[in-house]
C-alpha cells in the first residue's frame, strides 16, 4: 500500500509565496521522478514541474522563473516552491510520483487547493 500526501495549499494574493510538500510512504523504495500536476476549473490536467531522482527538472512553461520544485530522496518527499503567485496559478495541485521498482507504477495525491485571490 502507498500513501502520498500532499500539504501546503492555501489561499495567498497576487505576488506572494507558497510551499508545497508532498510526502509518499508505503511499499516503495524509489520513486523515478516526482513532481506536480494541477487542473484549474474547465481546464486540462497541466504539467508544473518534476525531478527525477539524480535532480534532473522539467517545468512547465508558465511557472519558469517563479517555482522552484527540489526532493528528498531518503523520505521520497518533494517540495514545491511557489514565488511571484499570479490569479492564474489557482488550481488543485497534485503530487506525482513515477517507478520502475517492480514494474511501471504511477501515485497520485487526492490534490490541494491553491488560490491566488485579493
Known amino acids: 500500500q502507498v500513501q502520498v500526501v500532499e500539504s501546503g495549499g492555501g489561499l495567498v494574493q497576487p505576488g506572494g509565496s507558497l510551499r508545497l510538500s508532498c510526502a509518499v510512504s508505503g511499499s516503495i523504495f524509489v520513486l523515478n521522478t516526482m513532481g506536480w500536476y494541477r487542473q484549474a476549473p474547465g481546464k486540462e490536467r497541466e504539467l508544473v514541474a518534476t525531478i527525477t531522482t539524480p535532480g534532473y527538472r522539467k517545468y512547465g512553461d508558465s511557472v519558469k522563473g517563479r517555482f522552484t520544485i527540489s526532493r528528498d530522496n531518503a523520505k521520497n518527499t518533494v517540495y514545491l516552491q511557489m514565488n511571484s503567485l499570479k490569479f492564474d496559478d489557482t488550481a488543485v495541485y497534485y503530487c506525482?510520483?513515477?517507478?520502475?521498482?517492480?514494474?511501471?507504477?504511477?501515485?497520485w495525491g487526492q490534490g490541494t487547493q491553491v488560490t491566488v485571490s485579493s
Open positions: 506525482y510520483g513515477f517507478t520502475v521498482e517492480g514494474g511501471r507504477y504511477e501515485y
